[in-house]
């Protein structure tokens, strides 16, 4: 008898944990999503059914803008040193020489727009 209880009580205490956690994920998506359609979506699902939507906001419910913020800071960067070799090679003389075949690679850092889609 005393199995059964003690089964019971850790059974309880997981499924109020997932539930206090889908009720927190559920805030945080609300609060952080693209769209009022999003919001309105997470927050159903991980109010329904948190033992599922909650591996599925973890995986693509997240917001990545930091992600892609990070991905366009590292590109400008990659853009400044080139800008510096090239205009190494110019000053040498060496980039008159390569200038026909490097024309498709010359590209600017661009604002990181993009993210936002």
């Known amino acids: 008898m005393l199995n059964s209880d003690r089964a019971f009580m850790i059974v309880s205490v997981a499924v109020t944990l997932v539930e206090l956690l889908g009720i927190l994920t559920a805030v945080h998506a609300a609060m952080n999503a693209r769209t009022s359609r999003g919001a309105i979506a997470w927050g159903i ?65 661009g604002s990181g727009d993009n993210c936002n889609s």
């Open 45 to 109: 699902s991980l109010l329904t059914f948190p033992w599922i939507a909650l591996v599925l906001y973890a995986i693509i419910g997240r917001n990545k803008k930091i992600i892609c913020t990070d991905i366009v800071e590292r590109f400008k960067k990659v853009s400044e040193i080139g800008s510096k070799y090239t205009s190494l090679m110019a000053s040498t003389g060496f980039l008159n020489v390569l200038e026909p075949a490097l024309s498709p690679i010359y590209f600017s850092a």
